[in-house]
């Protein structure tokens, strides 16, 4: 199994993420109040998921990430789709960024970023915030049930040729469920993997787990080519990266949140943006041991942009 990621930091490091998809959309004027969130726009705008990958791209970023966070093949049929155009319908949220891909790399001549499908929490298809909480539910076989059908999904594109680089595991709160996800691609992956936990503050997953214990816990999985946190306060960050630096020698990512606060049942955002010392907030991040960098919620195309000046100042 190839590595992306360690091929291209032996070229440049930190390498830089993409940011917000959602909120970013919403920013646009989409209206997103469903329980798909951006994966609503699969089926009803598809050519605005597909501009802003290229707006992520056009700033410079190393990796784009799909907009898979929310989409599921139950989460589409609940929508009414059959069970084949559901199927399409997630596939299409991979389709588009590579096709985004290849219109940017025709555009700018330059050489090719890397896809990642992401693949969000359980608590994502439940869309009622879980996947800040964790404690779910769901027996541990329907949780990995949900998890398989996608990753089985991303493993037939890499049959026909079509898959992307890697697997963006994302925004996952327990440390059960990110073994659930890491005896999945053990046993069937293709594709190498990142996962990135959401955290309720400077030491603990939203679960409540160490982030050590979790990072140690994944150490072992070769899929698992990058661990990190996201969906996460920034101030958050610097000593997060600092407990897994000191526990596995994996690339550490970093993309936070704005700082801002989502209340999922009025569905918006509260508190303070306190994203804007990017510059230095980056810097800290890298020194604790991070190498890629990019943002989550709340953060936009403008702020990808100036990490990507950044991190080439630093060149």
Known sequence: MKDPIARRLTKHSPLILDGAFATELERRGQNLQHSLWSARLLMDAPEAIRDLHLTY????????????????????????????????????????????????????????????????????????????????????????????????????????????????????????????????????????????????????????????????????????????????SPEHMPALIGRMAKVTSKPILAYPNSGEVYDPKERSWGGQNIFANLEDAATLWVSAGASLLGGCCRTGPKDIARLVRWRDSLL
């Open 57 to 232: 791209l056009r700033a410079g970023v190393d990796c784009i990430t799909s907009v898979g966070y929310q989409a599921s093949v139950p989460g589409f049929m609940a929508c009414g789709f059959s069970p084949a155009e559901a199927r399409e319908l997630y596939l299409d949220s991979i389709r588009i960024p590579l096709q985004a891909r290849d219109d940017f790399v025709r555009e700018s001549g330059g050489p090719e970023p890397l896809v990642a499908a992401s693949i969000g929490p359980y608590g994502a298809y439940l869309a009622d915030g879980s996947e800040y909480r964790g404690a779910y539910s769901a027996s541990a076989a329907e949780i990995e049930n949900f998890h398989r059908q996608r990753i089985e999904l991303i493993n037939e594109l890499a049959e026909q040729g079509a898959a992307p680089d890697l697997i963006a595991i994302e925004t996952i709160p327990s440390l059960d469920e990110a073994l659930i996800l890491a005896g999945i691609l053990e046993s069937c992956v293709t594709q190498p993997a990142w996962l990135a936990f959401s955290c309720r503050d400077a030491e603990r997953n939203c679960e409540g787990q160490l982030i050590e214990v979790c990072t140690q816990a994944l150490d072992a999985c070769p899929a698992i080519v990058a661990v990190g946190v996201n969906c996460t």
